[in-house]
C-alpha cells in the first residue's frame, strides 16, 4: 500500500510541477510496453498493424472518467487542472466516497484553436479500472465515457511531454499515416465528429528519467471489413 500510495503522489507531482522544464530526451520508438502497466492496471487492446512510426490498435469497451472541457493555451496547464480533479475523484471525493485503484495512462484530448492567440480545448481523462466499470461512482463536474469499439494510431516519444512537442509529435503521426486507409478513416471520423484532434497519453512517473513512454492517440471508426488486408 506504501508504494501504491507512492506512486499516486509521484504521478500527481509530475502533473502539477513545470513539466516544460523539465529535461527532454525525446526518443520516437513503436510498440514499447509501458513498464507502469507492469505495476497498476492500462486498458487493453489489440495490436492490429504495426506501421512505419505508428500502431494501429483497437480497444474494446474501454470506460473512462472525464472532466468537463477546459479552455486554456497550455496542455499542460490544462492537464493539470483536470487531474487535480481526477485526483480527488479516486481518493473518495465521489458519490459513493469509494477510493479507486489507480490506473494508467492519463489522457488529455486536444481540441487545438484556430489561431495562435485563442484558447484550445482539453477534456483529461482518467481510465476505469475494471472492477468499477459496470457502475463507476458519479462525482460534480465528471462524466463517463464509454468507448465502443474503437481504433487508435499511436506515435510513442519519450523524455518529458510538454506544450512544445506534443504538437510536432501529432504531426510526425498524421504524416506517417498520409496515404494509409487509415489516414482516410481518420479524415471521414473527423467530418462526422470534430470533438478532439488529437490525445495525449501520459503512463509514468516524474522520477523516472529512461524508459519514459508517452503516446500520440489519434481516434477513429473503421468498420472491420473495410480494414486492410
Same mark, same amino acid.
Given at each position: 500500500?506504501?508504494?501504491?500510495?507512492?506512486?499516486?503522489?509521484?504521478?500527481?507531482?509530475?502533473?502539477?510541477?513545470?513539466?516544460?522544464?523539465?529535461?527532454?530526451?525525446? /526518443?520516437?520508438?513503436?510498440?514499447?510496453?509501458?513498464?507502469?502497466?507492469?505495476?497498476?492496471?492500462?486498458?487493453?487492446?489489440?495490436?492490429?498493424?504495426?506501421?512505419?512510426?505508428?500502431?494501429?490498435?483497437?480497444?474494446?469497451?474501454?470506460?473512462?472518467?472525464?472532466?468537463?472541457?477546459?479552455?486554456?493555451?497550455?496542455? +499542460?496547464?490544462?492537464?493539470?487542472?483536470?487531474?487535480?480533479?481526477?485526483?480527488?475523484?479516486?481518493?473518495?471525493?465521489? /458519490?459513493?466516497?469509494?477510493?479507486?485503484?489507480?490506473?494508467?495512462?492519463?489522457?488529455?484530448?486536444?481540441?487545438?484553436?484556430?489561431?495562435?492567440?485563442?484558447?484550445?480545448?482539453?477534456?483529461?481523462?482518467?481510465? +476505469?479500472?475494471?472492477?468499477?466499470?459496470?457502475?463507476?461512482?458519479?462525482?460534480?463536474?465528471?462524466?463517463?465515457?464509454?468507448?465502443?469499439?474503437?481504433?487508435?494510431?499511436?506515435?510513442?516519444?519519450?523524455?518529458? +511531454?510538454?506544450?512544445?512537442?506534443?504538437?510536432?509529435?501529432?504531426?510526425?503521426?498524421?504524416?506517417?499515416?498520409?496515404?494509409?486507409?487509415?489516414?482516410?478513416?481518420?479524415? /471521414?471520423?473527423? /467530418?462526422?465528429?470534430?470533438?478532439?484532434?488529437?490525445?495525449?497519453?501520459?503512463?509514468?512517473?516524474?522520477?523516472?528519467?529512461?524508459?519514459? +513512454?508517452?503516446?500520440?492517440?489519434?481516434?477513429?471508426?473503421?468498420?472491420?471489413?473495410?480494414?486492410?488486408?
Amino acid at each position: 500500500m506504501a508504494a501504491f500510495n507512492t506512486f499516486k503522489l509521484s504521478l500527481l507531482l509530475s502533473l502539477l510541477s513545470n513539466i516544460g522544464l523539465l529535461p527532454e530526451t525525446s /526518443k520516437n520508438n513503436v510498440g514499447l510496453f509501458p513498464p507502469t502497466c507492469n505495476r497498476i492496471e492500462c486498458p487493453t487492446f489489440d495490436v492490429i498493424q504495426a506501421g512505419n512510426d505508428y500502431e494501429i490498435r483497437r480497444y474494446n469497451s474501454t470506460v473512462w472518467m472525464s472532466t468537463s472541457s477546459i479552455q486554456g493555451i497550455s496542455l +499542460v496547464e490544462a492537464t493539470r487542472t483536470g487531474f487535480l480533479q481526477l485526483f480527488d475523484y479516486i481518493q473518495g471525493n465521489n /458519490k459513493y466516497e469509494q477510493q479507486i485503484e489507480m490506473t494508467a495512462p492519463v489522457i488529455t484530448e486536444v481540441l487545438p484553436s484556430d489561431g495562435p492567440f485563442c484558447e484550445s480545448s482539453f477534456t483529461v481523462s482518467f481510465y +476505469v479500472p475494471k472492477v468499477n466499470q459496470a457502475n463507476p461512482p458519479a462525482a460534480e463536474g465528471l462524466h463517463v465515457q464509454r468507448w465502443k469499439s474503437t481504433y487508435v494510431a499511436i506515435r510513442q516519444f519519450s523524455g518529458f +511531454v510538454t506544450d512544445y512537442n506534443v504538437g510536432e509529435e501529432a504531426a510526425a503521426l498524421e504524416a506517417s499515416l498520409e496515404g494509409t486507409a487509415w489516414s482516410a478513416a481518420i479524415e /471521414k471520423t473527423r /467530418k462526422a465528429d470534430a470533438s478532439s484532434v488529437y490525445t495525449v497519453a501520459q503512463y509514468n512517473s516524474p522520477f523516472e528519467f529512461s524508459d519514459r +513512454v508517452n503516446e500520440i492517440w489519434i481516434l477513429f471508426d473503421m468498420e472491420d471489413e473495410f480494414l486492410p488486408a
